[in-house]
């Protein structure tokens, strides 16, 4: 019996589910963050060898890592992280690859229209940049990440997308003087996956089905999340 | 167009994916934890008013609400959190109601033998002890749990079952002097998942789909995770 392997079936699509990829960082310490941000902590608070069981204290900002911003991130009364759908987490979407920009430009309505015909409405947009492929790099300025300028956001919200992930650390160009792409794609309701692994390069190009599945905050602005996608078959 | 609703197959099963039922706990100041652990703090370190934006610190032990125990919890050289594969976290299984049996009592094979019929290899079996009913109730005594006794643990290893889910804070009896069962489900690479919450009450006595994302933490003993599943349709 091979329990990996099975078959999802919606409208004409069809996902092998045994071949889910990861698009999640690993949370550890000296992790690279979001400049300014704190650095989680991961400690051992009791070990096997001394209290007989392994026990650890997790200290993070709500935007470490693979997460989400909800709504109420930047928008006053918006929904909390507890308060996104099911509905909303999981479900089709298109990897676009924007990695033919240079890594720290940002991302038009011109940029976007070219993949017009692989977006439906009601997709999760989860765009490749290549900023994910300096994960970790020794050296790298994490101020350097591809963003979305308000054209490609208003682009985003034309198509009718209901969640939309990128692999930098924001949507947002860094040093921005007033958060434009968080705002429109926020106040609209659109959750954000931000800081999404290199992994979705597996991805590019595909309709994909993806499960993104966030910690459970109450009332909170955002958190860490696990997200999964892998190829529809047509 | 309905996003919400698809078809699942697996062989001969079916799950409407529109009707996922989130059995995860909110995570909130003040919600109840293993008697003993250290409660978490939600902390808004930045707010819209103040500084433009909302920011919150997160401060929690490894196995705060609905979490996994990953087998180095209390297995030396056991797997950790982000070693455990989405082909273990995901997939077919069963809820079975263990609720005729007082809350604090302990399951034995006896207690699970009677749903013999209903559990195959592989599977993850969650168990509802009712316990959960009691979760956030004004002077309940957290201390008082159903658990897994020996026999129990030796019946869903029988049963080649792939991972454990329960409504209590943990399988083991509280009090315990040797973590057995905890040492043979997870000496045998079975996680647990423990906290689950009364939602999985809406499922009991039938076949399940499960879908459990923990957070990736790199090396760790076990940590919060989002456990979604729905009925599968014959």
Redesign the interface.
Known sequence: ?D??S??????EVKVD??R?F?L?????NGMPVYPGD?EPS?E??AS?DEE????????????V??HIDAP???V?GGSSL?EIP??TL???GVVLDLSYREVGTGLSWEDFEKFSSLVK??DIVLIYTGTSDHWGEEGWDYRRFTYIEDSGAMWLLEKDV?MVGIDCMSVEKFGFSE?VVHRLLLGSGVPLIESLSKVMGELVGNRVFV?C??????????????V?ACLIEQ
Do not use: C, Q, W
């Open positions: 019996m329990l990996g099975f078959i999802v079936s919606f409208d589910v045994s889910f990861d999640s960082h690993v949370i550890e704190p991961v051992r608070v096997l007989g069981v392994n026990l650890t204290r997790l200290v993070m900002g709500s935007h890592g693979t109420i991130h930047f006053e507890d099911l509905s999981m479900g089709e409405e009601g209901k958060p499960i599945l966030p910690l459970k905050l109450k009332g909170v602005d955002g958190g860490p999340a696990r999964i």
